[in-house]
């Protein structure tokens, strides 16, 4: 079912499946929309009530501005838990929706039962990080599928299996339908985020933090340090994964997800 939620003035499109006890809220990465996870709430929604939202500017979310926060986008996640009448929920987020989820976590700590970051970091970005998205900004405003059509497949694993192959062509779908402000916007909101670590460091929730051996862009032994920050923390290795770990090694990524999910209702409840 898509429903749709409204934040300062934007609206924020997003699905619900299931009604399970349990609320997990799926958050996607730059350039994707809620459609990555199809896959995912299919087997999640069984037992769950599963949300995935179109963070703003993506998919059929509208702009919410030149710069689209972390907090911001965090706020739009709590309007939509707020619209649903649901108090606490379990966060999963790639990359930047693992952002997303780590600014939730700080602005509504109690609104957490758990958090799972896919491929992504609670570290700000680095000065040569900052760079790269400055000059990506650059790319963006002369020539955005340029940028979408470099930037998707370098997101993958090297070895393109007919089962990636078919992946890259489905998130390149979606980043080509991601207008040029929402790709700008959130290219600033993300160079401007803090360093969330001390999230980890206190969260009273059950943290999961899923890597890719073969992540480029989040190396999987910072991830697996920033795990350890956490008193309930977890950790998985995708042996064949890369940043994209979710879609690359999806069923045993999943498996993990799943018993998470189990142990933080057991804890939390």
């Not at 994707?32 to 037992?47: F, H, P, Q, R, T």
């Not at 790269?132 to 090297?158: G, M, Q, S, W, Y």
């Not at 992946?167 to 929402?182: C, E, I, S, W, Y």
């Not at 979710?246 to 939390?268: G, M, Q, S």
Request: proline letters at 4%.
């Amino acid at each position: 079912m898509f429903k749709q939620a409204v934040y300062k003035g934007a609206k924020i499109h997003y699905s619900k499946k299931g009604n399970g006890k349990r609320t997990v809220v799926l958050l996607h990465g730059f350039l994707e929309n809620l459609n990555v996870w199809n896959d995912y709430v299919s087997v999640l929604a069984k037992y769950n009530t599963v949300y995935s939202i179109d963070l703003p500017g993506h998919g059929q979310s509208d702009c919410l501005g030149y710069v689209h926060t972390m907090d911001d986008m965090a706020g739009c996640v709590k309007q939509v838990l707020k619209e649903n009448k649901k108090r606490k929920a379990i966060l999963v987020g790639h990359s930047l929706g693992g952002y997303v989820a780590l600014a939730f976590g700080d602005l509504y700590p109690d609104a957490l039962n758990g958090l799972c970051l896919f491929n992504s970091t609670a570290k700000p970005d680095s000065p040569e990080r900052i760079k790269f998205r400055d000059r990506a900004i650059e790319v963006v405003k002369e020539n955005h599928e340029l940028f979408i059509k470099t930037a998707i497949p370098n997101l993958f694993i090297k070895e393109k299996t007919p089962a990636i192959r078919g992946a890259v062509r489905r998130v390149l779908n979606m980043a080509l339908a991601t207008p040029k402000q929402g790709i700008i916007a959130t290219l600033q909101g993300m160079k401007r985020r803090p360093d969330r670590s001390i999230i980890l460091r206190f969260s009273p929730y059950p943290v999961l933090c899923i890597a890719g051996k073969n992540d480029e862009v989040v190396r999987w032994r910072d991830l697996k340090a920033q795990s350890e920050l956490c008193d309930q923390g977890e950790f998985y290795l995708s042996q064949k994964g890369g940043h994209m770990c979710f879609y690359e090694d999806k069923y045993p990524c999943l498996k993990v997800l799943e018993k998470f999910i189990i142990k933080c209702y057991a804890v939390t409840r």
